[in-house]
């Protein structure tokens, strides 16, 4: 799977904010850490606001915080608001006419999908954050 770009942000972001524990952070400081536009920037963290996961605080000491519960809310929640993430298509030459080779790949490609989706809802935007710790800890 490829994620686009604003899905990469929102991710991106979302980490970051969560990761500040309640601390406030400028599009600017997360635009200029991860080195992206921050016009392209400012369209992802309006998404994420809208949908519940940030709070935006306008004026001279604005900024954007992480609103969410991180022991809640998964990679696929934020995934889920920037592409759409399905399985279809694969499941289509499955039932078609075409050949066994057709019908046995796409079995295959359904199943991956379905595992891929499945983790990206097991894992929680805290369980990133713990990985994250680890990382730091051991480097």
Not at 30 to 40: L, R
Request: aromatic share 4%; glycine share 10%; proline share 1%.
């Amino acid at each position: 799977m490829k994620l686009q770009q604003s899905t990469l942000l929102g991710l991106y972001a979302v980490l970051e904010l969560a990761k500040a524990e309640g601390g406030q952070l400028s599009a600017a400081g997360i635009a200029d850490k991860f080195d992206v536009s921050i016009n392209h920037l400012a369209k992802v963290l309006r998404i994420l606001v809208r949908a519940g996961h940030l709070q935006a605080a306008r004026g001279a000491g604005g900024g954007y915080r992480y609103s969410g519960n991180a022991k809640r809310t998964t990679l696929m929640d934020i995934i889920e608001l920037f592409e759409p993430v399905s399985i279809e298509g694969f499941e289509d030459r499955e039932q078609s006419h075409g050949t066994d080779v057709e019908a046995g790949l796409a079995v295959a490609l359904v199943e991956i999908s379905e595992m891929m989706q499945a983790t990206l809802q097991s894992i929680t935007l805290r369980t990133m954050l713990k990985t994250m710790e680890r990382r730091d800890g051991n480097a």
